[in-house]
Nanobody, 117 residues
Framework: QVQVVESGGELVQPGGSLRLSCAAS????????MAWYRQASGKQRELVAS???????YVGDSVQGRFTMSRDNTKNTVYLQMNDLKVEDTGVYYC???????????WGQGTQVTVSS
């Protein structure tokens, strides 16, 4: 089955850490560029971090220095390490995969991250 599936979201206190995972299946993972998006309640989905061919090319200003994106092609998985979490980091985090050619986009179902005391 062609899919990307996120995991790792949960309730955490401010200042805490989480690591999100996105596992891909049914695709030639090494040919896909990956990204993490998030969507807070009542807001538009926003890009958090993205990478191309294993190189991180974008990290959002609001998470710079706190979030790190990485991938492991041996496990068909991309990660988002989130440190020093803030209440405003709360939202649903989505994994996105894009194959440049032939073109294909995949979205995961999302994983909820809640930062609250």
């Amino acid at each position: 089955q062609v899919q990307v599936v996120e995991s790792g979201g949960e309730l955490v206190q401010p200042g805490g850490s989480l690591r999100l995972s996105c596992a891909a299946s049914g695709i030639a993972f090494e040919f896909y560029n990956m990204a993490w998006y998030r969507q807070a309640s009542g807001k538009q989905r926003e890009l958090v971090a993205s990478e191309k061919s294993g190189e991180v090319i974008y990290v959002g200003d609001s998470v710079q220095g706190r979030f790190t994106m990485s991938r492991d092609n041996t496990k068909n998985t991309v990660y988002l390490q989130m440190n020093d979490l803030k209440v405003e980091d709360t939202g649903v985090y989505y994994c996105f995969a894009r194959r440049p050619g032939p073109f294909r986009d995949l979205w995961g179902q999302g994983t909820q991250v809640t930062v609250s005391s």
